[in-house]
């Protein structure tokens, strides 16, 4: 089981930047996991923004925030980061996290059924 919290969202000017937070209590504790950005705008699809393997040897992110926004981990505190910079009204979305316990190996694409849990997102408005 593994539970996801969310934090870090808000409001921002474009050219702006914001960390996103993504905190997961696992039981078993450290139980490896690959974890992955997505969000959704209002009338729209869930699309992938970015993804990182468990130990955080490999990633990989959607072409629309390629060089801009950047995942890191710290295992030691549990917990996943979303560094956006440059932030354009485009990426105006709910954030989610979420957690594949299975291919925990890979940071490249996969899809979203793809992922065991998701948390409840948090929400980031640029404005221009």
């Known amino acids: 089981q593994v539970q996801l919290a969310e934090s870090g969202g808000g409001s921002v000017q474009a050219g702006g930047s914001l960390r996103l937070s993504c905190k997961a209590s696992?039981?078993?504790?450290?139980?490896?996991?690959?974890m992955g950005w997505f969000r959704q705008a209002p009338g729209k699809e869930r699309e992938f923004v970015g993804r990182?393997?468990?130990?955080?040897?490999?990633?990989s992110y959607a072409e629309s925030v390629k060089g801009r926004f950047t995942i890191s981990r710290d295992n030691f505190q549990n917990t996943v980061y979303l560094q956006m910079n440059d932030l354009k009204p485009e990426d105006t979305a709910v954030y989610y996290c979420?957690?594949?316990?299975?291919?925990?190996?890979?940071?490249?694409?996969?899809?979203?059924?793809?992922?065991?849990?998701w948390g409840q997102g948090t929400q980031v408005t640029v404005s221009s």
């Open positions: 979420a957690a594949d316990l299975r291919a925990f190996y890979s940071g490249s694409y996969r899809p979203p059924s793809d992922y065991d849990f």
């Open positions: 696992t039981s078993p504790p450290s139980r490896s996991t690959a």
């Open positions: 990182i393997s468990w130990n955080g040897d490999s990633s």
